[in-house]
């Protein structure tokens, strides 16, 4: 018998698995040295102009000239990094009810380093939503972004208004995405906003658990001409409106809605629906 050959690691995985190592020296070194000990308030105060000025040289140093199809990967191992750092900054301070240090601002200034047009690929589903909350104001640069993932956005407790003021700079820029999953806290007038910008192109939209999102989007949404998944579960859309998108949207092949069945039993027989891998 031949004896078995060791799993050997790819380069490409030793690569990632060196940069995240280093990134976590950057994002250590920087929350430590970013903060002027003359400063005020007895804790020193934050050296801005280097921040930003080491924001993008990192920024530079990890995606100038990077293919495409490895900036996710980047993006992710650099997140990953700043995630760990968190945790350990929260488990150090969880007895304490402010954790608004300067350590943990500069820390999580430092998420903008992801935040550059080579990016086309971003899921923010398993980032902390401090983190999160960051990203968000700065993802407006991520120009040629094709794949985004809300994560849950802020949980679904803020109200309609204060979500549309607070999003829309971020989805305003946006006019490639092929895929937006937003839960939560999606609205009417956000789902609006991104399909106005990017209905030729898109083809996934997830808005579950967006109670904000209602029949009115019913008409925006039958403009999107490539769409082919649609899920509105625990969403404000209505069978009757469900309906309605069903016999527009003719390249749907998965829809995820409340009382799919009784949906489909309202179609009229001249509106020819086929659904491959529908979802009840």
């Known amino acids: 018998m031949a004896p078995r050959k060791k799993p050997v ?15 976590q020296n950057y994002i250590k070194n920087a929350t430590k040295n970013l903060i002027s000990p003359e400063g005020g308030g007895g804790g020193g105060g934050i050296k801005e102009l280097e921040l930003e000025s080491s924001i993008k040289n990192v920024q530079k ?7 495409k199809c490895l900036s996710s990967r980047i ?3 650099f997140l990953n990094s700043l995630q760990d750092w968190l945790l350990q900054q929260n488990m150090h ?28 690929e971003l899921d923010l589903s398993r980032v ?4 999160r909350s960051c990203l968000y104001g700065c ?9 985004l993932h809300m994560g849950s956005g802020h949980g679904g407790w803020l109200s309609d208004s204060f979500c549309n003021r607070f999003y829309t700079p971020s989805l305003d820029q946006f006019t490639h995405l092929v895929t937006l999953r937003f839960q939560h806290d999606c609205t009417d007038h956000l789902l609006a906003l991104v399909i106005q910008r990017n209905f030729p192109t898109l083809k996934i939209i997830d808005v579950s658990s967006s109670q904000h999102v209602s029949n009115a989007s019913s008409e925006d949404l039958t403009m999107c001409c490539n769409l082919q998944e649609l899920d509105l579960v625990g969403s404000g859309v209505t069978t009757k409106a ?18 799919l069945a009784q949906v489909l039993e309202h179609l009229q027989p001249h509106q020819k629906v086929s659904l491959q891998g529908t979802t009840f």
């Open 61 to 67: 140093y990890l995606f100038h000239g990077m293919p």
């Open 242 to 259: 469900v309906v309605f998108i069903l016999s527009k949207c003719q390249k749907l092949v998965k829809v995820n809605a409340v009382k």
């Open 139 to 147: 993802m407006k640069k991520c120009l040629y972004l094709k794949s």
């Open 93 to 120: 301070h969880q007895d304490q009810q402010i954790e608004l240090k300067d350590s943990i601002y500069i820390g999580l200034r430092l998420a903008e380093v992801i935040a550059h047009e080579q990016l086309e």
């Open 128 to 131: 902390p939503k401090q983190i």
């Open 75 to 77: 993006t992710q191992s």
């Open 9 to 23: 690691l790819s380069c490409q995985f030793s690569c990632l698995r060196a940069l995240e190592i280093a990134s």
